[in-house]
């Protein structure tokens, strides 16, 4: 009774979901955990490759779900309507949709170049914000007033506070990721579908690699996070599958913060040891 009673607020089952940027890191994660949970998992990448080899490691594991690896690049128009006419390919409906494929730049702010805005929004805010809208038929076909389809964007921690370091146009991408969001759960709400972003902080990924690459530099992360880890596969499975099963049908427009505290950080203690 208790497993069917989770079942219904937290299955998938049956669903067909895409999953952007969905051969390492976060997306890797959301894809593993919606195979899992039974779902259909599109996976698309820019490294065709790499998202079929995760595909075969994904059906390996003899979960109830299913993965299909190819290529994709929403970094251009082209490379969106190509993606998108390959999902049209594929399925006829589309349950759920990570928005999780992202681009980064790191430089010091006295050299931080121009060319570092147009390719981190081309991929972050652009084509998030056009694949969403050229694959809304498929969208509104598996929605209902009970079950509503599903859009997940990735944001960040970054685009939630003030925090630059050196990432100044993915900061910035990010909190344009999260307003985008808002803006599309208000406009989306009556066609029956739901949209959500979370908001990580580090997690070890290629992108974080810099910073979580090695046990060492991990517990240098972990040691300036208010928790005192950085995030787990286990922490993105589980906001994800409350927000596409029974459970999140009524949550819509949410900035879920999946930082270990960063978020709530006030900084500064204006009185210092006098207000202890």
């Given at each position: 009774?208790?497993?069917d009673y989770l079942s219904s607020l937290f299955s998938v089952a049956g669903k067909t979901a895409l999953v952007t940027g969905g051969a390492t890191g976060i997306g890797r994660m959301i894809a593993e955990a919606l195979v899992r949970a039974g779902a259909r998992v599109l996976i698309a990448s820019r490294k065709g490759d790499a998202c079929e080899a995760v595909a075969r490691e994904l059906n390996a594991l003899d979960a109830p779900g299913t993965a299909e690896g190819f290529a994709g690049d929403v970094g251009s128009e082209a490379g969106v309507m190509a993606l998108v006419s390959e999902v049209k390919a594929?399925?006829?409906h589309l349950n759920i949709l990570v928005n999780n494929a992202g681009k980064t730049w790191g430089e010091p702010l006295e050299h931080f170049p121009h060319k570092a805005w147009d390719g981190v929004f081309s991929v972050n805010v652009a084509g998030l914000f056009t694949l969403t809208q050229q694959l809304l038929p498929l969208i509104e076909a598996a929605a209902s007033d009970d079950d509503p389809a599903r859009i997940v964007n990735l944001g960040s921690v970054m685009g939630a506070a003030p925090i630059g370091d050196n990432a100044y146009s993915?900061?910035?991408?990010?909190?344009?990721v999260h307003h985008l969001t808002r803006i599309l759960a208000k406009e989306f709400a009556p066609r029956r579908i739901t949209v959500n972003a979370f908001a990580p902080g580090p997690f070890q990924s290629r992108m974080t690699a810099f910073a979580t690459g090695d046990e060492h530099k991990r517990a240098l992360v972990a040691a300036s996070i208010p928790s005192g880890r950085i995030g787990r596969p286990d922490d993105i499975a589980g906001a994800l599958l409350f927000l596409c099963g029974r459970g999140g049908a009524y949550t819509t427009g949410a900035i879920i913060p999946l930082d270990g505290g960063i978020g709530v950080e006030t900084g500064?203690?204006?009185?210092?040891?006098?207000?202890l």
């Open positions: 009774m208790t497993q594929r399925t006829s993915y900061a910035a991408s990010k909190a344009a500064h203690r204006i009185f210092g040891e006098a207000a």
